[in-house]
């Protein structure tokens, strides 16, 4: 048997290395839902200048279907609290939700077939690059297309401003205490790894 001279040191020097190490504290940030100067954005940013105008909108559901399919489902999707919709002169593709069970930010009637013979009526509320946005437009139910826009949608973007800004202040207020942003809240039990 071979002896190496210093195998002795290597397996004391084992024997009192940590087998675990404390865990360094991690820095957890949840992305914010909206940008701080919503209004600025919409106002600033070239898609929504082009959306923000009444345009041509098209249905895209199940494009590869005949005519009459593709009429029975996008009213069926619009009975159900959705539809595919394209914004044919930017190629801007939205799948929007008009039914509050789907679609946290609905309000009253989002989807009307009884507003105008033919047409269907869809409004929809959604943030869109972190800008609380409406679409508000309608199609015509034999052409599955239409006109519609996106407007700036001022009463969501203040309840989200009031979230970030509450947000904000629970990170900064995490970072006086020393523990980064992915420290409990104050009063709060520790962090789960």
Known sequence: MHHHPNLG????SYEYMPLYEQPK????????????DQKSKFDG??????????????????RERGIDERRMRFVGD?????????????????????????????????????????????RSNFIMNGVC???????????LDG????????????QEDAQLCEQIESYKQRMQRGG?????PLGGAPMAW
Not at 9 to 12: E, G, L, P, R, S
Not at 133 to 143: A, K, T
Not at 180 to 184: C, E, I, K, L, V
């Open 9 to 12: 040191d290597a397996a004391a």
């Open 147 to 158: 006109i519609a826009c996106l407007e700036y949608d001022e009463l969501r973007a203040l």
């Open 78 to 122: 619009c009975r159900k609290g959705y539809a595919e919709i394209c914004f044919v002169a930017s190629g801007t593709n939205l799948q929007l939700y008009f039914n509050a069970n789907l679609n946290p930010f609905a309000q009253e009637q989002e989807c009307d077939f009884e507003k105008e013979r033919g047409k269907v009526h869809l």
């Open 133 to 143: 946005v409406r679409f508000r437009g309608w199609l015509d139910l034999e052409r």
């Open 25 to 36: 504290p991690r820095f957890i940030f949840k992305m914010p839902r909206v940008v701080p």
């Open 45 to 62: 940013d070239e898609l929504f200048r082009r959306l923000c105008r009444e345009t041509e909108v098209r249905y895209t559901g199940y």
């Open 180 to 184: 980064g942003p992915g420290a409990p």
